[in-house]
């Protein structure tokens, strides 16, 4: 392995236009935002941001459009350091897009927008880069690169990651059965599982899948067995400003904390520690922190 991890990320992207509410609507009427933020996001994309500014080396493979949205896209994704060779654009096709809504306590309404003009095919993926990576983290909003790259990571005997949130059960599951690592949020571990709660969804499908399972709920940390034996393990106490993209940070922090030789406990706390800080600024994931700042969060056990 590399002394810096090169970690590959598949999945979504979208170009996020951010409104800070008091609280989110209740009824048809007009909203005055606080504040409005534009910038790139999508799980894969702030997943690949968060590893980067934690030290990560990635490379990004995704679908957007030929358009003026896709040019800021790759701007904004090109400057914090992601290589982004494998972004695929379609001509005629609008890059996808969100509308993201989050009120005083951090909470979030979000309306995505993907385009059905987007290729879904994944065979302009190149193996040699999925082979030659130290680790990989897919979505599933993209089943068919997701596939592809997993199974081209497992069969190179690479850390393989899946950020599984809410979706199809049956793509949730078919995916999870092809990674190393899957790291499901609550509501998609109990929709899975057909369980009511987070410590019954870990065991069910702990036992489901021959790779690492952990379930992430909010404030209410990261959960996984061990030994047979439930752990959770809470994230740091902050001043919550917005939630957006917090799942992704502590994704792409907990790949790069594997790529890295570290303990599935070692691992989640400094997943948990990157995404409780990103949780303290307004505009998703341009709140991802540095690795300084997570190392310092650490330190003084917060």
Known sequence: MSQVPHIVFAGAA???????????????????????????????????IAATRLGARTSLITR?????????????????????????????????????????????LILPYYDKGLRVDPDWIPETLIQSADAVQVDIRWPEAA?????????????????????????ILALAALASHTVFSAPAAMLVSGTDSVAAATRELTGRF???????????????????????LLPPAVDVVDTLAAGDVFHGAFTLALAESRSIPEA????????ALKCTVFGGRLGSPNRASVLRCLAQGL
């Open 210 to 232: 021959a790779g690492f399972v952990g379930v992430t709920d909010g404030a209410q940390g990261c959960f996984w067995l061990e030994n047979g034996s439930l752990h959770n």
């Open 14 to 48: 979208t170009m996020d236009m951010i409104f800070a509410v008091d609280a989110l609507p209740t009824a048809p009427g007009k909203v005055l935002p606080k504040a409005m933020i534009q910038a790139a996001h999508g799980m894969a994309t702030s997943a690949a």
């Open 64 to 108: 957007i459009g030929d358009d003026s949205m896709g040019d800021q896209f790759v701007a904004q994704v090109t400057a914090e350091g992601v290589d982004c060779e494998h972004i695929r654009r379609f001509e005629g096709v609008p890059t996808p897009l969100s509308a993201v809504i989050v009120d005083r306590s951090g909470e979030r």
């Open 147 to 171: 596939t592809k790259v997993l199974s081209l990571a497992r069969g190179a005997g690479k850390i393989a990651v899946l950020d599984a949130d809410t979706g199809p059960p049956e793509v």
């Open 268 to 275: 989640v706390a400094f997943a948990n520690a990157a995404a």
